[in-house]
């Protein structure tokens, strides 16, 4: 874990890196609506599971780079005031959708409040995608509630972040996959290697391996100041220790090994850090 990465100032190098190597910067729509996908493209995709003045911020910068990426936003972190201010930077907002955990497994009632919240989400913005939401302490997977009768494209969707886009590290022709889950990127890309850091990633457009790149960034993991960085990582380490106390729930996704030491030390000295810090306060939510 490289505990000074996921800055706004990390964040900046890898818009930087991509206009100024000629990747052409997509939302997820407009992904799903071209017939063909440019040569270089890195389409950009945020869950905001939290911190709407984060992501407000993040949305922020990209425009400053004349860079539009898609906002996924959950009924807790969609602002209906806030989210006409995300369309006019040139964003795309969407619905990151949680209803089958929330209906514990109950695939008709899911449905049922997809329908309604995408209508009320759609009072405010033109939501023409969704993507599912983690849900990390229920056993119900929200992907899974989609069946090929009721396809997310009945509802009037050009697609599903997950399930819509197709993508493959190892295929030149494929979008390469990479997010900041866990405070690393994770991708192995042929032709380059290990993609762990922003710095990494930065590394990876600017040296022509990779052409087509699929990056999830989750605006709550980045901070735009010190005392915010000290926060983020605390609630990241957290976080990451209550999936995986949660345990076989998530199997599929679950790291094999036994880190959970680990992550009990460095929970532990994040916060003797951030108690050193004045004004430094971490917020547990
Ligand atoms: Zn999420």
Redesign the pocket.
């Known amino acids: 874990m490289n505990v000074r990465d996921f800055t706004f100032d990390a964040y900046e190098r890898f818009l930087q890196a991509a206009t100024e190597n000629d990747f052409e910067v997509l939302t997820v729509a407009s992904y799903l609506q071209r017939d063909e996908p440019p040569e270089r493209f890195v389409l950009l995709r945020h869950?905001v599971?939290r911190k709407l003045d984060i992501a407000y911020s993040m949305a922020q910068l990209e425009a400053r780079y004349d860079v539009s990426s898609t906002y996924y936003f959950r009924t807790s972190t969609f602002d209906p005031d806030l989210v006409g201010a995300f369309e006019g930077f040139g964003h795309e907002v969407g619905y990151?959708y949680e209803e089958l955990a929330r209906a514990n497994g109950d695939v008709d009632l899911a449905y049922e409040r997809f329908e309604r919240t995408l209508e009320a989400f759609r009072r405010h913005a033109t939501i023409e995608t969704a993507c599912s939401?983690?849900s990390p302490l229920s056993p119900h997977r929200n992907l899974d509630m989609w069946d090929e009768e009721r396809p997310p494209e009945s509802f009037d969707l050009l697609g599903e972040a997950y399930l819509s886009v197709e993508k493959d590290d190892e295929d030149p022709t494929l979008p390469s996959y990479c997010s900041d889950t866990g405070r690393r990127w994770g991708l192995v890309e042929p032709g380059f290697g290990l993609v762990e850091t922003t710095a990494d990633l930065v590394s990876l457009l600017e040296s022509g391996a990779c052409d087509k790149l699929y990056v999830l960034a989750h605006p709550g993991r980045w901070s735009r100041t010190g005392p915010e960085f000290v926060e983020r990582v605390a609630w990241d380490v957290a976080a990451e220790a209550g999936k995986r106390a949660v345990g076989p729930v998530h199997q599929a996704t679950q790291q094999s090994g036994s880190i959970g030491a680990d992550v009990t030390q460095t929970l532990a000295r994040s916060v003797a850090v951030s108690r050193q810090l004045a004004g430094a306060t971490i917020r547990w939510r």
């Open positions: 869950d599971d990151h939401h983690g």
